[in-house]
Structures are given as C-alpha cells and as structure tokens.
C-alpha cells in the first residue's frame, strides 16, 4: 500500500482536515501520479455535508485533479513517468454495459465508480480524493494534460470543464444558434468560453447587474439582469438553448419563456429542491427540458485537447489547503472568479 497525506471530512458535521490513509499499490494497469492542484467544486461541499444522500466516511474530497506521474504498471501503453496526467469525476466503471460500450462511461448502468465518495468496482473499496497528494487510477481513467496549458487552470476543465461542454457538443450548439448561459459561476464561465468558441451568439442570464462586465470580459456578447422584469419582457421567445448552471432554487418555468419553439432549457446545476414545472411551460413552444452530468473518458481528453488548441482554461482562484473552509464559505456566497484552486504543496 502507499501513504498518502489528505485532507478529509470525519462526519458531516466537522470540517476538513489533515488525515494520513492509504492507496493501492500500483497494478499492471494503473498510473501513479503525484497529485499538483485540485479544483475545488461546490459539489465537495454537497458532499461532504450529505446535502444529496448518506456518504462515506472518512471523505476525502475532489475530482478536478492534475498532477504528474512518478509510476506507471507494467502494462500501461498510455502514459510514462513525467507525463501529465489528470483525473475527472470518474475513476472506473463496469466497461461492458451498453452505456460504457458507447463510451458513455458517466452514465455506466451497472454504477460507475466516483473518483470519492464512491466504491471501486469491487463495490466494497472506498474511493479518495484530490485534496491529497498521490493518486493511483487505472490508465483508462486517467487523462492527457498538455504541456501547453497553465496546469492549475486546467484542473477544473475536469468538472466545470466537461459538464459544460458535454451539453454543447451533445445538442451540437455552434454558429446561427443563440444560447443562453444561466449563471456565471464556476460552471457557467465555462459555459461561455465554449459557446463562444464554438460560434454561438452567448447571452449571460444573471440576477446580479455587477457581473455584466466580467460576462462581456469572458466573450458573451450580450447580457440579461433577470432580476428585471422588463429585461425579461425584452428576451421572451429569444434563445435555442438555455445551459442552466445554477444551483440554487429559481424559477424553470419563468425561463421556458425565454426559449424560442423547439427550445431546449439544460440542467447542469442540482438546486436542492424539486423544481415545480407547468405542463403550459413546455406545450407552448414544442419546449424540452433535459439535463446532463460530465462526459465519458472519450469525450473529456476531447474537450482537454480542444481546450490546448484554443487556448482554454479556467480563471482561478490558487488557495493553500488549510484555507478550505474559508473558500467553502466565499464559494457558498458567489465571491469567487470563478474557481477555487488548491495548491497540493502547501499539504
């Protein structure tokens, strides 16, 4: 087995903090990398809070991980020490189910493996973390990092990265549509950056008038204050897709409105509450309401070497490790821009 040092919640109740735990030694298939940075997600928070179902305990959060590999096994093709290499959401799954036969691994139907908080395929193994120093994955799961990017702002292409651009690129969003992008967060500042590049008209659905100049800064070319009724008024009837990052309660049906006929609202943001949706909101207009998760391995090295050829990454915030909580708490209030990032030395 091999050390690793993390940082882990103990129960929902307590905070992050230091634990020593173990990884599995290095299979004739598996990377050893050492961990550099890990993005941090408000789905961590979610989690470690058992804010969406029962965890497991002790938790060692993060799925937006990149660092570099100090070993490979004896069978692996793809990688070789000093390479760059990063992990997603994903850190296995069943391989053999329809879905993970069409490289929809996200959508495994026998239960894909969690990078945390989740079970190996032996469905006994619990799963850790990036918020650690070394991770051992099976090469199919682990990623090609190109030298070309900043490699902090690369980590959270991994999450914020993939579960924007896996929508675009499903519902094949480019030039002569006009998508809206709900939120300008973590997800949604990514959301722009891809629409942009892929030749859509990007408007910026936001409650808060102040983001405006970041929206227009990121690409958007146009921006609407939600929280304005005749800005509402003005924008019915306008957008082909409407990519929903927030995860917050708010009001679908208000935004079906702002669909043109044959529209499609995406979910990609978990509000922690049902939504109430009327029938009207959709039969109106021939509307869908649809949601997707991250993308399979496939689809996320990608979105990774678009990201390299065009110059993408994430705009980031780098914290030192024992200052999770304080950006857990500036995260819950939207005072980031628009990614927390944890360095791994300062473990």
């Known amino acids: 087995m091999i050390p690793v040092k993390g940082y882990a919640a103990q129960t929902p109740e307590t905070d992050l903090a230091p634990w020593n735990f173990e990884r599995r030694d290095v299979g004739p298939?598996?990377?050893?990398?050492?961990?550099?940075?890990?993005?941090?997600?408000?789905?961590?928070?979610?989690?470690?809070?058992?804010?969406?179902?029962?965890?497991?305990f002790p938790m060692v959060p993060g799925h937006e991980i990149v660092g570099r590999v100090v070993k490979v096994g004896s069978h692996v093709t793809k990688f070789k020490v000093g390479d760059l290499a990063g992990?997603?959401?994903?850190?296995?799954?069943?391989?053999?189910?329809?879905?993970?036969?069409?490289?929809?691994?996200?959508?495994?139907?026998?239960?894909?493996?969690q990078t945390y908080n989740g079970l190996e395929q032996d469905h006994k193994t619990p799963t850790y973390g990036g918020y650690s120093n070394s991770i051992v994955v099976n090469e199919d799961f682990t990623l090609h990092i190109s030298e070309k990017l900043d490699l902090a702002a690369t980590a959270p292409l991994l999450c914020a990265g993939i579960t924007t651009?896996?929508?675009?690129?499903?519902?094949?969003?480019?030039?002569?549509?006009?998508?809206?992008?709900?939120?300008?967060?973590?997800?949604g500042h990514m959301a722009v950056k891809f629409g942009v590049a892929f030749g859509a008209e990007v408007t910026v659905?936001?409650?808060?008038?102040?983001?405006?100049?970041?929206?227009?800064?990121?690409?958007?070319?146009?921006?609407?204050?939600?929280?304005?009724?005749?800005?509402?008024?003005?924008?019915?009837n306008s957008f082909d897709f409407i990519?929903?990052?927030?995860?917050?309660?708010h009001d679908f049906n208000m935004y079906l409105?702002?669909?043109?006929?044959?529209?499609?609202?995406?979910?990609?943001?978990?509000?922690?509450?049902p939504a109430s949706i009327h029938a009207f909101s959709l039969l109106g207009g021939r509307k869908s309401l649809a949601g997707s998760g991250i993308g399979g391995l496939a689809e996320t090295q990608e979105m990774l070497d678009f990201c390299a050829e065009h110059n993408i990454v994430s705009d980031i915030?780098?914290?030192?490790?024992?200052?999770?909580?304080?950006?857990?708490?500036?995260?819950?209030k939207g005072d980031v821009r628009y990614r927390f990032v944890i360095d791994i030395a300062t473990l």
């Open 243 to 249: 990519l929903d990052t927030v995860s917050a309660p």
């Open 87 to 113: 992990t997603g959401c994903l850190v296995d799954s069943c391989r053999h189910c329809e879905n993970c036969a069409q490289d929809l691994e996200q959508y495994c139907l026998n239960g894909s493996s």
């Open 165 to 187: 651009y896996s929508p675009l690129r499903h519902w094949k969003v480019g030039k002569g549509h006009k998508l809206a992008v709900l939120g300008l967060g973590g997800l």
């Open 205 to 236: 659905l936001s409650t808060s008038p102040k983001k405006e100049a970041d929206a227009k800064a990121l690409g958007a070319h146009h921006f609407v204050v939600t929280s304005d009724p005749e800005q509402i008024k003005a924008a019915k």
């Open 257 to 273: 409105g702002l669909l043109r006929t044959n529209g499609v609202h995406i979910c990609v943001g978990v509000p922690p509450e």
């Open 317 to 332: 915030e780098m914290i030192d490790i024992k200052d999770i909580t304080t950006a857990y708490e500036r995260m819950q």
């Open 29 to 56: 298939h598996d990377v050893q990398f050492d961990i550099l940075f890990c993005g941090v997600c408000h789905s961590d928070l979610h989690q470690i809070k058992n804010d969406w179902f029962p965890g497991i």
